[in-house]
């Protein structure tokens, strides 16, 4: 497998790269507008054939690329099928699939950071965006986000993949680049070590966080898949 997990480091986003050696065909989860010039140029070096560009949800913290990158390389925008875009996007549901190459990408429906959060499996990982995070979670206070889902489709969904799976997230703002399912379930204070939904509820009440500074930009921008 060709992967690569690149950093944007305003809003400590994750962006990857993933890829068939052979084919060379590929797809782009999670891009970010100012770091657009340095993922075209590494998808023209590594010669690869962009078949997707994936979003996890409609980001809150910074602008997506996906549609600048689609117009550059013809690749396929796909966002959840709760994403109310205004732009050409496919639409994936629960347990639909994606082939590039010899690899299939399953779409893992886990709403609760918002109505339309994905995590994507591929082979010995899983991508999820800001739904699971490394000894966190994403935030459930805006954007029709709901505590409830996100605890039941982390523990139902995410914890019950293999617990060597690798986790690969949307952030991290302490210099984590990776889990496992395995150490989130054990090390994660607010999804694992055996929290209950209330515990889990009563966390997430009381974080009283601000607002995302990009959120006025962000929002409206990723409905139109960041062509702005």
């Known amino acids: 497998m060709l992967f690569q997990q690149l950093f944007e480091a305003c809003s400590s986003t994750y962006t990857y790269i993933v890829g068939d050696e052979q084919t060379r065909e590929a797809i782009i989860i999670d891009p970010v507008l100012e770091t657009l ?20 949800h409609i980001h809150a913290d910074h602008v997506t690329s996906s549609g600048r990158i689609a117009d550059v390389t013809g690749a396929q925008i796909v966002v959840g099928e709760n994403a109310h875009v205004g732009c050409r996007a496919m639409k994936i549901a629960d347990g639909e699939t994606l082939n590039f190459g010899k690899y299939t990408l399953r779409a ?10 994905m995590s994507y499996y591929v082979e010995d990982r899983v ?4 739904t699971l995070l490394i000894r966190g979670n994403g935030r459930t206070d805006f954007q029709g986000g709901c505590p409830e889902k996100l605890y039941r489709n982390v523990t139902t969904k995410l914890f019950g993949l293999p617990e060597e799976t690798l986790v690969y997230p949307g952030h991290d703002y302490k210099g984590f680049t990776s889990s496992t399912i395995g150490c989130e379930k054990k090390y994660n204070a607010r999804l694992g070590q055996q929290r209950t939904l209330n515990e889990f509820v009563e966390i997430m009440k009381n974080l009283a966080l601000p607002p995302p500074k990009k959120i006025d930009i962000a929002v409206p921008a990723n409905l139109q898949c960041g062509r702005v």
């Open 37 to 56: 010039d340095r993922d075209l140029k590494l998808i023209d070096e590594l010669g690869l054939k962009l078949l997707y560009s994936l979003e996890t």
């Open 108 to 117: 893992i429906a886990t709403p609760g950071h918002t109505p339309c959060s």
């Open 127 to 130: 991508f999820t965006g800001d």
